[in-house]
């Protein structure tokens, strides 16, 4: 049987507490446009304005500051696209721990500048001839029998699919409850599910009446097929210019949090990405990514309907790379 329970709403709280201090308190926009284009009132949670331009840093350094500090002298190990690397990394540089990243060498060079820059080692790889996961259990072996031999041994802090991130993640709704009180619906991005799950405890815990709906790439569906199915499915590279979500599956931790915790699943279109990415820039004056404006698409775009109610909506992140911003552009 699928456990629920891996995290709970006290994991959260305490995540909250060790990031007090640590991690901005992001700020909540409203848009009378937006208002007015959707008949309901729209709080958007912008994790864009988060230490290192996304909601990462939250799971990131939950996860780091718990280690044993044994490890913490050894190291951590990742892999990421780019937005959990430069997190890990920051975290790492903050609390004294060695940091090597596994990234695809076709990850935004901005994310992959950012990282190296928090003084994490970088390890490039292809992506569509290499699974990162086990090039990353690889590496984390060969350090292992280093560090039995007397050497440096490096731990795997995963992207999603580890309690103490979940947890740390779930901060992001904790705060955006906690700042504009009852909401109707929250609507969070997608990716392997560690925001998603942390924030639908976090929701239910203090909203049980609210609605949470996840939020993914038509051509990164594999979540949204899981929760209706649920049965795990998976995708391979899908070739959606949300970066974020090319995750090949839900984990073992997040996809039975899902499917306790949210209410639905629905997946939007890469044109209406690009839309809605351009909509915040120009109406909301922010800067996110197309991976940060998912759970906004889905209702800016229509997928989801809600006259009425009060909405939260997730903006996960704001790494852009700047140079490929021409080929993204629809004029």
């Known amino acids: 049987m699928l456990q629920h329970n891996f995290v709970t709403i006290a994991d959260v709280q305490a995540a909250q507490k060790r990031l007090l201090g640590i991690a901005h308190k992001t700020p909540v926009l409203t848009s009378r446009t937006v208002n007015d284009r959707t008949n309901s009132q729209v709080f958007f949670k912008c994790e864009n304005f988060q230490r290192t331009g996304a909601f990462k840093f939250r799971g990131a350094y939950n996860a780091l500051a718990q280690l044993p500090e044994a490890q913490k002298q050894k190291g951590v190990l990742t892999y990421s696209s780019g937005n959990h690397a430069q997190a890990i990394a920051l975290a790492g540089q903050l609390l004294h721990i060695p940091t090597t990243i596994v990234m695809p060498d076709d990850a935004p060079a901005v994310k992959q500048t950012a990282t190296r820059g928090y003084g994490a080692e970088v390890i490039l790889y292809n992506r569509h001839t290499t699974n990162r996961?086990?090039?990353?259990?690889?590496?984390?072996?060969?350090?292992?029998?280093?560090?039995?031999?007397?050497?440096?041994?490096?731990?795997?802090?995963?992207?999603?699919?580890h309690p103490h991130v979940v947890a740390g993640q779930g901060t992001a709704a904790l705060e955006l409850i906690e700042?504009?009180?009852?909401?109707?619906?929250?609507?969070?991005?997608?990716?392997?599910?560690?925001?998603?799950?942390?924030?639908?405890?976090?929701?239910?815990?203090?909203?049980?009446e609210c609605q949470v709906i996840g939020v993914e790439p038509e051509l990164a569906d594999d979540a949204t097929r899981s929760f209706h199915s649920k049965t795990l499915q998976t995708v391979t590279n899908p070739n959606t210019i949300a970066d974020g979500a090319r995750t090949p599956s839900l984990g073992k931790i997040t996809f039975p949090l899902v499917l306790h915790y949210v209410d639905d699943m629905v997946t939007v279109s890469e044109s209406a990405i690009l839309r809605t990415m351009f909509f915040l820039w120009e109406r909301l004056k922010i800067v996110v990514e197309p991976t940060g404006v998912l759970a906004a698409a889905a209702l800016l775009e229509g997928e989801v309907k809600a006259p009425g109610a009060r909405i939260g909506v997730i903006i996960t992140g704001g790494n852009v790379d700047l140079a490929q911003i021409r080929v993204l552009i629809p004029f």
């Open 133 to 161: 996961e086990e090039l990353a259990q690889t590496l984390a072996g060969d350090c292992a029998q280093r560090s039995a031999e007397g050497n440096r041994g490096l731990i795997l802090i995963p992207p999603y699919d």
């Open 179 to 208: 700042e504009v009180g009852q909401l109707d619906l929250l609507l969070v991005c997608c990716g392997g599910g560690g925001l998603l799950s942390g924030c639908a405890i976090a929701t239910k815990a203090l909203l049980p």
